[in-house]
Nanobody, 121 residues
């Protein structure tokens, strides 16, 4: 069982930045960030293959968010810049044993508890 723990959420004004972190108990094949706003389904934000750092982003995250990892620390990060009110959501860290990057919730085996990000206008 892989344990994931997110941190770094909070309240920020529109246009501001936040950096989310996720610590994992074991190294896996790929990791991702998802988010879920109230009343909406969980949606993909970004993913990274731990072996070579290959990344993938949803369109709304491209150019504003950067996913990265530190394999030695077993840590995953999401740098979020130019935040918008519509980015408000609970952000979840997810891990998969697969090396294939996907944005599909069901392909991820392990999930953190989530961290709240609130962007005020």
């Amino acid at each position: 069982q892989v344990h994931l723990e997110e941190s770094g959420g909070g309240l920020v004004q529109a246009g501001g930045s936040l950096r989310l972190s996720c610590r994992t108990s074991e190294r896996t094949g790929s990791m991702a960030w998802f988010r879920q706003a109230p009343g909406k389904e969980r949606e993909f934000v970004a993913a990274i293959r731990l072996r070579d750092g290959t990344t993938d982003y949803t369109d709304s995250a491209k150019g504003r968010f950067t996913i990265s990892r530190d394999n030695a620390k077993r840590a995953l990060y999401l740098q979020m810049n130019r935040l918008k009110p519509e980015d408000t959501a609970v952000y979840y860290c997810a891990a998969s044993t697969s090396l294939i990057l996907t944005g599909i919730v069901s392909t991820y085996d392990y999930w953190g508890q989530g961290t709240q990000v609130t962007v005020s206008s």
